[in-house]
């Protein structure tokens, strides 16, 4: 494997851990009331997030046009499984630290209405007092929340099932495009544009059915309609869906490359 490789599932790894723990964030919102100055707050993650993964995808087709030239391509699709695989660990490793980010997160957001500044707030979050706060922030999952898990009846099974396919989708959706050009490389333009497709699907699910579902049960929390142990107990789920969903695409990434190749010939 190249440089470039490893630097792909470096990123991946960022990319996904900071989606995963991007769920804090309602959390966190709930615990102090402050839905909005959370989600001003999460930006920063999310931008890093983002910037991340314009360079992934660039990352990958260097090596994917390497593969093509060299008469390799048919080796590829072990690389792309151990980008799937290190999504896995990413929602793995995002699911451990949630605690300790939602620690973190909640003085990030009581300091931000302090600071009313990102950059001042970033500069306050690496000084010495923010390091001190960070390594007192660490801690692991607690015994009574895994203990949630056993009440799967009491939480939306439809919500919980969208949620793992929307995120199986939109694992794929960039990976299986790519590698619907080692199949076909004459159409590996046509294919690699068809990714937009494919996580527009995913983008519909969240938006649809994901998002409303998690901001009612924002709202119903703030209001005192449900408790923060309900809505605590739904998010672990929707982050067990995220792992559930990662396996999935191991799947899914061959079939859906070759939908996309067949996909790529009929237009």
């Not at 990958?60 to 046009?65: D, N, Y």
């Not at 970033?122 to 009440?151: T, V, W, Y």
């Not at 590996?188 to 901001?215: E, G, H, W």
């Amino acid at each position: 494997m190249t440089i470039q490789v490893y630097l792909v599932f470096i990123l991946t790894f960022i990319i996904y851990i900071i989606g995963t723990l991007a769920y804090s964030a309602r959390i966190v919102g709930v615990r102090t009331g402050r839905i909005a100055v959370s989600l001003a707050v999460f930006n920063v993650f999310v931008l890093i997030q983002r910037t991340a993964n314009t360079i992934q995808a660039p990352l990958l087709a260097k090596t994917i046009e390497n593969g093509i030239n060299s008469g390799q391509s048919a080796g590829l699709i072990h690389i792309f499984r151990w980008v799937i695989f290190s999504i896995t660990l990413a929602t793995i490793a995002g699911a451990i630290l949630m605690p300790t980010f939602i620690k973190i997160f909640n003085k990030l957001v009581i300091s931000f209405s302090v600071y009313r500044s990102l950059p001042r707030l970033m500069m306050h979050a690496f000084s010495k007092s923010g390091i001190e706060q960070f390594k007192n922030s660490i801690s692991i999952p607690k015994r009574e929340n895994l203990s949630e898990l056993k009440n799967f009846n009491k939480t939306s099974k439809k919500v919980i099932l969208l949620n793992m396919i929307s995120f199986s989708v939109s694992s794929i959706s960039v990976l299986s495009a790519l590698y619907a050009g080692c199949l076909s490389p004459d159409l590996r333009t046509t294919c690699s544009t068809l990714s937009a497709v494919i996580n527009s699907i995913s983008t519909i699910f969240m938006v649809i059915f994901i998002d409303p579902y998690l901001s009612m049960m924002t709202d119903d929390v703030i209001r005192g309609e449900s408790t923060e142990l309900e809505f605590n107990r739904c998010i672990i789920f929707i982050v067990g869906g995220l792992i559930a969903g990662s396996i999935l695409s191991q799947f899914l990434l061959l079939p859906a490359s070759k939908l996309i190749v067949i996909i790529a010939r009929l237009i």
